[in-house]
């Protein structure tokens, strides 16, 4: 059955792209991906989950890397591939949804999540979970940068703590690190206080 209140919201994001580029989409990657491409942290197979228009994906892809995008923005993917064949770069870009990553019928090495993790509900939080376990390898790792509670005020996404970081992965993963980290927007105010978790599914 399709939820209304999600429908909306996938609109939303897409009406984000359509009218130009949202304050999360910087043109190159995050700094906290690049260097931990830059410190070999990307191998095998490469999933950039909620990728927008690809930055992370076309990161992989330039270390010669199999990198796979998905997002349920079509506006978003149709750039990401504009992107890669502007740059001579062999990515996979595939409308699809986060929540039902099993459907894409592969399985990844390395995750990489820029600012979607802090989107979900409690519920479907929990869906995205079992969602990126049915699409991630024994040994493989995901990498979620997402808003903290350290980011004050209550504008922009949800914060999400430590301990619910913690706690999302408890089951059938291991939770490698949490540090705080830069999450890089176009606002003139600066970058985000987020959190960079390595994340193992066992």
Avoid at 56 to 67: D, E, N, S, V, Y
Avoid at 95 to 122: I, K, R
Avoid at 151 to 173: I, K, N
Wanted: aromatic share 8%; glycine share 12%.
């Amino acid at each position: 059955m399709t939820d209304p209140d999600r429908s909306r919201r996938v609109e939303d994001f897409d009406a984000y792209y359509r009218d130009g580029a949202p304050p999360w989409d910087i043109g190159r990657p995050q700094s906290v991906f690049q260097a931990l491409a830059d410190a070999g942290g990307l191998r095998g197979a490469v999933l950039d989950v909620g990728c927008g228009t690809g930055e992370h994906a076309l990161l992989a892809a330039g270390l010669g890397l199999a990198a796979t995008g998905v997002d349920t923005s079509p506006t978003a993917i149709a750039r990401a591939a504009g992107k890669a064949r502007d740059r001579g770069l062999t990515a996979r870009f595939v409308v699809a949804d986060a929540l039902e990553l099993g459907a894409l019928g592969a399985e990844f090495d390395t995750v990489l999540d820029c600012g979607l993790f802090h989107v979900f509900t409690d519920a479907d939080r929990a869906r995205f979970v079992a969602s990126l376990r049915s699409a991630t390898v024994a040994g493989g790792t995901y990498h979620v940068l997402c808003f903290s509670e350290n980011e004050p005020g209550d504008y922009g996404p949800r914060r999400v703590t430590r301990v619910e970081l913690l706690a999302s992965f408890a089951d059938g993963w291991r939770v490698a690190s949490i540090e705080p980290a830069p999450l890089e927007t176009t606002f003139a105010s600066g970058p985000a206080a987020g959190w960079h978790a390595t994340v193992t599914r066992l």
